[in-house]
């Protein structure tokens, strides 16, 4: 027991040093760049508060910030009415097919939100989207004029792109709850006379609050913290979030860092606020924790004359999120370039043939894979290990951790991946992809540590406690107990973590170099460059490898993908 003791001392002493290090350190150096006079190649060395003053009282910035958090809102207002309803519908009604439905809603978790931007370009572009050009040539035929009815670049074009992706997400860890939380009290509310109505209002729906909350917080700041769709559309109409001023504070001549960094320190102080809500709307779920793992199963509730109305709403947003987007990128990816008229004669291979034979491409294919494993593998084991101890035995200590290493959940990437340069500028790891795994490192660990105590949270530690009364020890504990109730979870945080590394962009665009450069890069250089159809050749190649990740997920450990994941 001595042995055992010290060992976790150990090795919670290096958990500790490795997650100031990776997460908090390039933290300090983004804050502490806000307050340096710049030039105009940088920072100088005399230090300032114009900048930090500049940031947190313009109006103009103070606009950047309403910009991003107004968008966010609405973003998650519709997400979560969208994914609440889509999960209610597929977890626990009797429509049919819904064991198809099911896999095919977390499908827009393949393309990230920037590839989904592609499609939607190709699709909703004013003179060359596929919609348009195909309802003009209907009317056409059809002997009358149509002007175009479907705008992307506009600010509804954002909302749209944004809530088809996120509304995934809602999806996932709400029905999830659903098909975890104990039924008991329904079938009880049903045999004392409730409606089907009135037990969803009056049960169904109370008991997933703290878990829609919870979920809510996470795409609320997703949305908050993202940049390249409001950028590249917002740009065409003079719309421009706080994400997107630090990157062009960051990248566009002359660079005004220490204005980005300010300016991201607005965006950690909400990230602050929005863990402290996180822990508690988590600790709510305890009141609905099962011994067992498994809550008590009840029949389908019938649907009756809401059928048609919750058809109209599946059905559409498969078309809108899945069908629409992957079919008009992949045809997108095999045009030569964009044309209001459509003929067989801009068809090509081209873009592929270049993906699988150029030797950068072949870099970053390889980069992409690699990087995915390990963020994957790390955030699982280090999440894990901070929040099993933050929740079972805690402690200042512990909670400090968990909320640390929490922090780089909202800070923009970008800004993130200026700290990771300036930190590591000097040393051997700088230009190489070891950089570009600390980045993914520091911004996924949040997930698998938020993640964690929530699966934990829902495990009764009576459990553990019984089998270490019986002569475990805890390493024996974790290995019979904890790990197996926890397989579900811990499956869903390595994959979504592969997945988010795959599609990660904003900390890439500024640590990669020649040697390491990813998919998501390449993607964006040939979308700024106005090369949609390599782009979308590009976003085609990403999706197929999280697909692939998904059947072998599904292959080697023989869950269902859907299901860990939302778990």
């Known amino acids: ?69 107004y968008l966010a809102s609405i973003v998650t207002a519709i997400s979560v009415t969208l994914g609440a309803a889509l999960a209610l519908i597929l977890a626990r009604t009797d429509l049919p097919f819904r064991g198809a439905f099911d896999l095919l809603a977390i499908i827009p978790m393949f393309l990230s939100p920037f590839t989904g931007l592609i499609a939607w370009i190709a699709l909703g572009s004013v003179k060359t989207g596929f919609i348009n050009v195909t309802l003009i040539g209907i009317a056409h ?35 999830s709850s659903l098909r975890s939380m104990d039924t008991s009290l329904e079938e009880s509310a049903r045999a004392s006379g409730a409606t089907p109505m009135q037990t969803l209002l009056r049960i169904t729906l109370p008991m997933q609050i703290p878990s829609v909350l919870s979920s809510a917080l996470l795409v609320f700041i997703f949305s908050a913290e993202m940049y390249t769709i409001p950028g590249l559309i917002g740009s065409t109409f003079g719309f421009t979030t706080l994400p997107w001023r630090i990157y062009q504070d960051s990248t566009a001549f002359p660079v005004h860092q220490a204005h980005a960094a300010a300016a991201a320190s607005m965006l950690l102080i909400i990230a602050m606020i929005g863990m402290l809500l996180q822990r508690w709307f988590t600790r709510l779920a305890t009141r609905y924790i099962t011994v067992s793992g498994k809550g008590f199963r009840s029949n389908p509730m019938n649907l009756g004359r809401w059928t048609v109305l919750s058809w109209v709403l599946v059905i559409g947003y498969i078309l809108s999120a899945v069908v629409l987007p992957i079919a008009g990128m992949l045809m997108s990816s095999l045009m030569m370039y964009s044309a209001p008229v459509i003929n067989m004669q801009i068809f090509t291979l081209t873009h592929y043939v270049q993906i699988f034979t150029l030797q950068n491409m072949l870099n970053a294919l390889w980069n992409t894979a690699w990087l995915a494993v390990l963020s994957g593998a790390i955030c699982v084991m280090m999440g894990f290990a901070i929040s099993y101890t933050d929740a079972r035995k805690p402690s200042i200590s512990t909670r400090f951790l968990a909320f640390t290493g929490s922090l780089p959940v909202a800070v923009p990437g970008l800004v993130y991946g200026l700290g990771l340069l300036w930190v590591y500028i000097q040393t051997p790891l700088y230009g190489t992809a070891w950089v570009l795994l600390l980045a993914y490192i520091a911004k996924f660990l949040p997930y698998g540590i938020m993640t964690s105590r929530s699966g934990i949270l829902q495990l009764h530690p009576e459990m553990e406690e019984s089998a270490r009364m019986s002569g475990a020890n805890n390493a024996q504990v974790l290995r019979l107990i904890t790990m197996p109730l926890m397989k579900t ?47 979308a050749a590009v976003g085609v190649t990403q999706t197929v490898m999280m697909l692939l990740l998904v059947v072998l997920t599904r292959a080697v450990f023989r869950v269902k993908f859907e299901k860990a994941l939302g778990s």
Do not use: C
């Open 141 to 175: 035929w059809m002997g009358f004029d149509l002007e175009p009815i479907v705008n992307i670049w506009s600010f509804s074009g954002i909302v749209w792109v944004m809530s088809l992706f996120f509304t995934s997400l809602m999806y996932l860890f709400t029905s």
């Open 1 to 69: 027991m001595r042995v055992d003791f010290k060992l976790s001392r150990i090795l919670w002493f290096v958990l500790i040093v490795a997650v100031l290090i990776i997460a908090v350190v390039p933290l300090i150096y983004t804050i502490d760049a806000a307050f340096y006079k710049e030039n105009k190649t940088g920072l100088s060395q005399i230090r300032s508060l114009v900048p930090f003053l500049n940031v947190f009282t313009s109006q103009e910035y103070l606009e950047y910030l309403w910009n991003a958090l």
């Open 489 to 535: 979870t811990l499956i869903a945080i390595l994959v979504f973590v592969m997945l988010q590394s795959i599609k990660e962009l904003s900390a890439s665009v500024l640590l990669y170099t020649q040697k390491s450069q990813v998919l998501s890069v390449l993607t964006w250089h040939y979308m700024d460059a106005g090369n949609y159809q390599f782009a």
